[in-house]
């Protein structure tokens, strides 16, 4: 080809992708770099002049009201990470178990979970602060007094509440496992269980040297996947708890969020979103590794 | 071999676990739906029961009156229609071009891509917050939309370039040899063969869009202007612990979370597939 050809050929591809860079560079790419930029200054969000200073990170790092933010996020993670997949997987399990023998209510169940994981954050916020409640409308409440225990103040107890936000996440995320692990345990190969059954295995030596082996990969990605998402949870903490009681359940997005409109400290909040930002770039490398998405691409 | 009709051990856990699965992820808008059709009465009633003596529909019409819920449900779905038809445009020759070209940096870009989609839009939207004060942004449902399509563009670049990669190269090519332009190509011969990707962009760029709550949040301050997530919240902030108000707030959250639920429940089977789908090849 000749070099105009190929000038003439190189223009008419960028035309196909110059819509989308651009809106990715105006308002993803740009504002990146600039709130690493701004997490270096002392800006806020009234006053138009500001300096560039260090002492963000100083001040985020001595602070120990961050310090429980950055606890109680990882708190959070952890937590769901830990509940979310295995009850994914179980639901998993189930759903699969039940379409194999042709059980009655293995699509009820699945629209169910799904339904939970299809409500917006901020309605599962305001949903489980509902039943959460200590009102005669707090079902959940109702049914602890009819056990004969005492009512539990869910959202007004540090303890409850960090509990509360994250069994409502469970029951918002778990179907998103759900769905990894089904895919997942579709793929595993029928006559693996075959030749074992033939060998006598039983049911749980199934489950421990054949589906959980043959899954692993899927549970490193869910792993990952809950990991980026519960460090990104806003919408439901906002609306469940506000970051109560007394910024007990503050997790760093609502710590970012409240120094920025709360206290104006542009430069602070910015720097506990670079924070986030550089957790984000972590997961994402972990799972670009875990995928091998380069042999992918390249076919 | 499994289904021999006769009711087992592991078919009556299998019952069990669905009896469980469904009540734990039902219960609780069963509940809310209960309560969105009580009286006051109703709700103050000990032990609380599960169906209202009346059936309250008038709740629903309090909220259509004297809230400004109708007016936030519209912008919404104004907001959503512009942001998923404006994804579309922006997404689909970008997809079709990471399908079908090769040049350099293709991988770099589609690995950022990949990052763009992990990152919370709490971190891009503190600048933007700024950008919008002197653009004189803030409080327009236009300034909402360009960052709306933006949030979607990852994933639907992702999806539909998945989509694409499945249609063989020949069809288009086919297609070339006739004298189409690759224009004419994509228009006539990719998008009508990838219209299941296509559908399954929409649905899911509907369902976001309509759930997206932390933008509105920070960028439209004026209730008439907010969409239905950020305008159920405030309301939420308004009635407060108040009891006398629980039927009516909970009005308000079934009908801002109906049209995601309603999609849902029509084009399940639709979208249990690609989510398989998608899960499988990541």
């Known amino acids: 080809m000749t070099r105009i050809g190929a000038a003439k050929e190189f223009g008419s591809r960028l035309a196909w992708l110059a819509p989308a860079i651009a809106f990715l560079a105006l308002f993803m790419v740009l504002p990146l770099f600039d709130v690493v930029r701004l997490s270096f200054t002392t800006a806020s969000i009234i006053e138009p002049e500001y300096s560039y200073?260090?002492?963000?990170?100083?001040?985020?790092?001595?602070?120990?009201?961050?310090?429980?933010?950055?606890?109680?996020?990882?708190?959070?993670?952890?937590?769901?990470?830990?509940?979310?997949?295995p009850l994914?997987?179980?639901?998993?399990?189930?759903?699969?178990?039940g379409r194999d023998r042709n059980v009655y209510g293995s699509i009820l169940a699945r629209t169910a979970i799904l339904t939970a994981w299809i409500i917006p954050g901020v309605l599962v916020g305001i949903l489980w602060k509902t039943l959460l409640s200590s009102a005669s409308s707090g079902i959940i409440n109702h049914f602890i007094q009819s056990l004969g225990m005492e009512r539990i103040p869910f959202l007004l107890d540090p303890l409850y509440a960090v509990i509360s936000i994250i069994g409502a996440n469970v029951w918002g995320g778990a179907a998103f496992c759900m769905i990894l692990q089904y895919a997942g345990l579709q793929r595993i190969p029928a006559e693996l269980y075959e030749v074992s059954r033939v060998d006598g295995a039983r049911a749980w030596q199934q489950f421990l040297h054949i589906t959980l082996p043959q899954l692993k990969p899927i549970l490193f990605i869910n792993l990952v996947l809950i990991t980026i998402s519960s460090f990104n949870t806003f919408d439901m903490i906002a609306t469940l708890t506000s970051g109560g009681p007394a910024g007990t359940t503050e997790v760093l997005t609502l710590a970012a969020y409240i120094q920025v409109f709360t206290y104006w400290n542009m430069g602070r909040g910015s720097a506990i979103a670079v924070l986030l930002l550089t957790i984000t770039v972590v997961m994402t490398v972990v799972y670009y590794k875990l995928f091998q998405l380069d042999e992918d691409i390249a076919e | 071999m499994h289904s021999r009709g006769r009711l087992d051990g592991t078919k009556i856990l299998i019952y069990a676990s669905y009896i469980v699965v469904v009540l734990v992820f039902w219960g609780p808008v069963t509940w809310m739906i209960s309560l969105s059709l009580k009286t006051i009465p109703d709700i103050l009633a000990y032990p609380p029961k599960l169906f209202p003596s009346?059936?309250?529909?008038?709740?629903?019409?309090t909220i259509f009156e004297q809230s400004t819920i109708p007016r936030n449900m519209l912008n919404s779905a104004k907001i959503t229609i512009i942001t998923v038809l404006g994804t579309l445009l922006v997404t689909v020759p970008a997809a079709y071009a990471f399908s079908r070209f090769r040049f350099k940096g293709r991988t770099q870009i589609l690995m950022a891509i990949l990052l763009f989609q992990m990152i919370s839009?709490?971190?891009?939207?503190?600048?933007?917050?700024?950008?919008?004060?002197?653009?004189?942004?803030?409080?327009?449902h236009h300034g909402l939309i360009l960052i709306y399509?933006?949030?979607?563009?990852?994933?639907?670049?992702?999806?539909?370039?998945?989509?694409?990669?499945?249609?063989?190269?020949?069809?288009?090519?086919?297609?070339?040899?006739?004298?189409?332009?690759?224009?004419?190509?994509?228009?006539?011969?990719?998008?009508?063969?990838?219209?299941?990707?296509?559908?399954?962009a929409v649905l899911f760029n509907t369902i976001n869009a309509w759930s997206q709550f932390l933008i509105p949040f920070i960028l439209i301050?004026?209730?008439?202007?907010?969409?239905?997530?950020?305008?159920?919240?405030?309301?939420?902030?308004?009635?407060?612990?108040?009891?006398?108000?629980?039927?009516?707030?909970?009005?308000?959250?079934?009908?801002?979370?109906?049209?995601?639920?309603?999609?849902?429940?029509?084009?399940?089977?639709?979208?249990?597939?690609?989510?398989?789908?998608?899960?499988?090849?990541?």
């Open chain 1, 53 to 85: 200073t260090l002492s963000s990170y100083a001040k985020v790092f001595g602070d120990k009201d961050f310090l429980w933010s950055l606890s109680i996020t990882f708190i959070f993670v952890a937590a769901n990470c830990a509940l979310q997949i």
């Open chain 1, 88 to 97: 994914g997987l179980l639901i998993a399990l189930a759903v699969h178990a």
């Open chain 2, 149 to 200: 399509i933006t949030v979607q563009i990852p994933f639907t670049v992702w999806l539909l370039k998945g989509f694409f990669d499945s249609i063989p190269k020949s069809l288009d090519e086919a297609a070339r040899i006739d004298g189409a332009s690759r224009l004419q190509s994509v228009i006539r011969v990719i998008v009508p063969v990838a219209m299941p990707g296509i559908a399954a």
């Open chain 2, 221 to 282: 301050g004026k209730g008439r202007l907010q969409p239905i997530s950020v305008g159920v919240a405030k309301y939420a902030e308004t009635v407060g612990e108040a009891i006398v108000t629980t039927h009516l707030l909970a009005a308000a959250s079934l009908m801002a979370m109906l049209p995601a639920i309603a999609i849902f429940i029509v084009l399940q089977r639709f979208i249990v597939r690609i989510l398989i789908s998608g899960a499988v090849k990541g």
């Open chain 2, 121 to 140: 839009t709490l971190i891009i939207i503190l600048p933007l917050y700024r950008y919008f004060i002197r653009l004189n942004l803030l409080d327009t």
């Open chain 2, 54 to 61: 009346r059936l309250a529909i008038e709740n629903y019409g």
